[in-house]
C-alpha cells in the first residue's frame, strides 16, 4: 500500500511565473510509478506527467517537469510560464508495479493570477 | 471517440432510491475501477476489476454493488442512496499491473442525493 501526501492545499502563481507543487509519497514497493494529473473545473482527470521510479532521470513535458528525489520521496512538480489554463486541482498519485492501487494524494488548489 | 464513457454525468434522486452508473471502456483495457471523489476533492478507490474479477474492495458500505458483465464494463450499482453518497464517481481503466503507463479516467457522474 502507498501513502502521498500533498502539504499545500492551495498555491497561486502570478501568469508566466514558476510554481512548485508539492508531494511526498511512502510505499513498500521497490518497484512504482508516480503521477501528477490535473483536474480543471470541467472535472476532467488529465495526465500531466509520469515518474518510473527506476530511472533517475527527472521527467519533463513542455513546461511541466518533476525533482524526484527518491531517497526522500518527493515528487514535485514545476510548472513554467503559467498560463491561465494552468489553473486546477492538482494531485499526485502513487502505485507499485505489481499493484492495481493507484493512490492519490488530497490535491493541491492552483490559482492563477493575470 | 471517448476512451472511458459513463453515465450518466448528473444524477439527480431521493434518499432511498436505488440507482445505477455505468462504464464501458474501448481501449481493450482489462482492468477497471471505479473511484469516490468527494466534497473535498479527495480521490478514493472503491473497487477494481481485473478481468472481471473483483480484486479490490476498499471498506466500501454493502449498498455498493459493482457488476462486471465483461472486460469492458464496470457498472455501479447503489441501494438505499443516502445522503452521504453525494459526490463524484469516477470510472478508469488501466491495462493490468506491471505497465502502469497512466489511469485513463472517464468524465466523472455528480450524483446528489437529496
Known amino acids: 500500500a502507498q501513502t502521498v501526501t500533498q502539504s499545500q492545499p492551495e498555491m497561486s502563481v502570478q501568469e508566466a511565473e514558476t510554481v512548485t507543487l508539492s508531494c511526498t509519497y511512502d510505499?513498500?514497493?521497490?518497484?512504482?510509478?508516480l503521477f501528477w494529473y490535473k483536474q480543471p473545473p470541467s472535472r476532467q482527470m488529465i495526465l500531466v506527467i509520469r515518474?518510473?521510479?527506476?530511472?533517475?532521470q527527472n521527467a519533463t513535458e513542455n513546461r511541466f517537469s518533476v525533482n524526484f528525489q527518491k531517497a526522500a520521496k518527493s515528487f514535485s512538480l514545476k510548472i513554467s510560464d503559467s498560463q491561465l489554463g494552468d489553473a486546477a486541482m492538482y494531485f499526485c498519485?502513487?502505485?507499485?508495479?505489481?499493484?492495481?492501487?493507484?493512490?492519490f494524494g488530497k490535491g493541491t488548489k492552483l490559482s492563477v493570477i493575470p | 471517440d471517448t476512451a472511458v464513457s459513463q453515465t450518466p454525468k448528473y444524477l439527480v434522486t431521493q434518499m432511498g432510491n436505488d440507482k445505477s452508473i455505468k462504464c464501458e471502456q474501448n481501449?481493450?483495457?482489462?482492468?477497471m475501477y471505479w473511484y469516490k471523489q468527494d466534497s473535498k476533492k479527495f480521490l478514493k478507490i472503491m473497487f477494481s476489476?481485473?478481468?472481471?474479477?473483483?480484486?479490490i474492495n476498499e471498506t466500501v458500505p454493502n449498498r455498493f454493488s459493482p457488476k462486471s458483465p465483461d472486460k469492458a464494463h464496470l457498472n455501479l450499482h447503489i441501494n438505499s442512496l443516502e445522503l452521504g453518497d453525494s459526490a463524484v464517481y469516477f470510472c478508469?481503466?488501466?491495462?493490468?499491473?506491471?505497465?502502469?503507463?497512466?489511469?485513463?479516467f472517464g468524465s466523472g457522474t455528480q450524483l446528489s442525493v437529496l
Open positions: 498519485a502513487c502505485v507499485g508495479a505489481g499493484s492495481y492501487q493507484l493512490t
Open positions: 476489476y481485473n478481468n472481471k474479477e473483483l480484486i
Open positions: 510505499t513498500s514497493e521497490s518497484d512504482y510509478y
Open positions: 481501449l481493450g483495457h482489462d482492468t
Open positions: 515518474q518510473e521510479a527506476y530511472k533517475q
Open positions: 478508469a481503466s488501466s491495462q493490468g499491473a506491471g505497465r502502469w503507463e497512466k489511469l485513463f
